[in-house]
């Protein structure tokens, strides 16, 4: 089974500051990838980084990196120095490798930046 | 270098009257995925569909919902007799032909279903 977990609805930071968003999953699958959306009060869903259960590095994308912990299964995006077009819906989601097609999301993060 | 193109961007229904949601992957693009998304939810996966095939459809209702993706047009998703629970934000996303556990996903901007 394929679990995604977002543990926080809500999140403030203070503009130009960093904040980590929290990601954990569940998979049985040997081989993933994991991936950040973000989605802005217009709706669309605007993918942002993507980290390989396999790649040896955390992946990173300008200002968002993610902060991967196979061994605990977490997949954290940690946002740098915010900006208020940051405020938006955040998901996590993830897709295995047996079965390509269904991607699963996590409940979402609602992240506010505040002036 | 269109995106994925959804429309109507916002349907209005009353109860019993169909819904059809219409969906334009981007160029290229041969796969297709319906999504809901419920207020302060994630998304939940639906149906996926290639050109003329279902592919998967373990997360669609067996009753009232059906999807297609004609070999020409958009992809379509119709829900018949149309009930308030089903209220939601409709996404479509694409993704090119080549499968892999890193490949992302394309998203539409949504159809926002409304039920009266």
């Known amino acids: 089974a394929q679990k995604i977990t977002q543990t926080q609805p809500g999140m403030f930071v203070q503009e130009k500051e960093a904040v980590t968003l929290d990601c954990t999953y569940d998979?049985?699958?040997?081989?993933?990838?994991l991936f950040w959306y973000k989605q802005p009060s217009s709706g669309e869903m605007i993918f942002l980084i993507y980290?390989?259960?396999?790649?040896?590095q955390n992946a990173t994308e300008g200002r968002y990196s993610l902060n991967f912990q196979k061994a605990r299964k977490s997949a954290n995006l940690v946002i740098s120095a915010s900006q208020l077009g940051d405020s938006a819906m955040y998901f996590c989601?993830?897709?295995?490798?047996?079965?390509?097609?269904?991607?699963?999301f996590g409940s979402g993060t609602k992240l506010n930046v505040k002036p | 270098n269109a995106g994925v193109m959804q429309n109507p961007r916002h349907l209005v229904r009353r109860r019993g009257q169909e819904a059809r949601l219409r969906c334009s992957p981007m160029?290229?693009?041969?796969?297709v995925y319906w999504y809901r998304q419920l207020p302060e939810e994630g998304l939940k996966f639906m149906v996926y569909?290639?050109?003329?095939?279902?592919?998967?459809e373990s997360g669609m209702p067996k009753e009232r919902f059906s999807a297609e993706f004609p070999k020409e047009g958009p992809s379509i998703l119709r829900i018949q007799q149309v009930v308030r629970g089903d209220s939601a934000a409709y996404f479509c996303?694409?993704?090119?032909?080549?499968?892999?556990?890193?490949?992302?996903?394309?998203f539409g901007s949504g159809t926002q279903l409304s039920v009266l």
């Open positions: 569909l290639q050109k003329e095939n279902i592919i998967d």
């Open positions: 980290q390989g259960s396999y790649d040896q």
């Open positions: 996303a694409s993704s090119p032909p080549l499968e892999g556990a890193g490949e992302k996903l394309f």
């Open positions: 160029k290229g693009h041969s796969h």
């Open positions: 998979t049985s699958d040997p081989s993933y990838g």
């Open positions: 989601a993830m897709k295995g490798f047996q079965n390509f097609n269904k991607f699963y």
